[in-house]
């Protein structure tokens, strides 16, 4: 699961470094992408170790989140 996710999440790299591009369009991209597999994977894994897993989707999150705040561009609208 955490490789389909990792492999998810770094399809989209591109897009979400790309400072040209708004901030709601990457957040939309990420959740979408991202998060759906989060969801996805998770929900069949009722019996799984769920605190192993909780880091590693957290790292993954993080990764996304950072690459969408660090490289948008100043001028790019934001939606709070």
Known sequence: M???V????YSIKG????PHIPIPYKRMLF???????ILYYNAPLLGSNKE????TQ???INIGL???????NENS???H
């Open 15 to 18: 897009f979400l470094k790309n």
């Open 6 to 9: 990792r492999k998810s999440l």
């Open 66 to 72: 950072y690459w969408i705040e660090r490289f948008s």
């Open 58 to 60: 957290t790292l993954i």
């Open 2 to 4: 955490n490789n389909k």
């Open 31 to 37: 959740y979408a992408i991202v998060i759906g597999q």
């Open 52 to 55: 192993r897993m909780k880091s």
């Open 77 to 79: 609208f934001t939606s």
